[in-house]
């Protein structure tokens, strides 16, 4: 859980540039790729496919965005996407992470123990978190882990009412000792990329 938030939280800032418009690849592996599939999809004509071309792939990709969290202050989010992944994908589960402005992790939901190897058909997954007055940006994605190949589909991100219950898995968790300066410099560059709403979730824009 440790590396995977110090990862995150960084990530953007060594991201990988996609032909998928609106979403970029990170994580520990960087030999991950992401393409759009026009065989493979839930409803459209499109998906997007992630996948590791080695024999052995080590450690996990993500399919990511990051957006900036004015517009949903206060509010609850929901998360969900429809997830189908083949035989030798160790993890295909969807992800958000709540950050602060100081880089700090408000809220965060990996489904680490709600979700399940491969191979298995399409799967809706959902997530629920709160976005506390103090966050900046909310980042979500799918994390694969894995020789085989992941497809993601039909993404949607709303405002649910205030009464529904959250998936958060943590507690607030402050940026580490001696790192502010370096995670506040990354919190500002990003937040200046980010846009104020995700985008293509149907994957059905063009490159």
């Not at 497809?151 to 507690?171: A, E, I, Y």
Request: proline fraction near 5%.
């Amino acid at each position: 859980m440790r590396t995977v938030l110090a990862v995150l939280v960084v990530g953007a800032a060594s991201a990988q540039m996609t032909s998928v418009p609106g979403w970029f690849l990170s994580g520990l592996n960087r030999a991950f790729q992401l393409t759009l599939d026009h065989e493979t999809y839930h409803s459209g004509q499109f998906s997007a496919r992630i996948e590791c071309p080695e024999q052995k792939c080590a450690d996990f990709a993500t399919v990511m965005q990051t957006i900036r969290s004015f517009h949903y202050l206060e509010k609850r989010v929901r998360l969900s996407a429809w997830v189908k992944a083949d035989k030798g994908v160790r993890a295909a589960r969807m992800w958000m992470r709540i950050d602060g402005v100081d880089g700090s992790v408000l809220g965060f939901d990996n489904m680490e123990s709600r979700g399940k190897k491969g191979p298995f058909g399409w799967t809706l997954q959902k997530i629920v978190l709160k976005v506390p007055r103090d966050a900046a940006l909310i980042n979500f994605g799918l994390i694969v882990a894995g020789e085989g190949t992941a497809w993601l589909d039909d993404v949607t991100f709303d405002v649910v009412p205030k009464n529904t219950r959250t998936t958060n898995m943590l507690g607030p968790s402050p940026v580490p000792p001696g790192e502010a300066v370096r995670y506040a410099n990354v919190m500002r560059d990003v937040y200046l990329k980010s846009k104020y709403e995700p985008v293509n979730l149907d994957f059905e824009t063009a490159p």
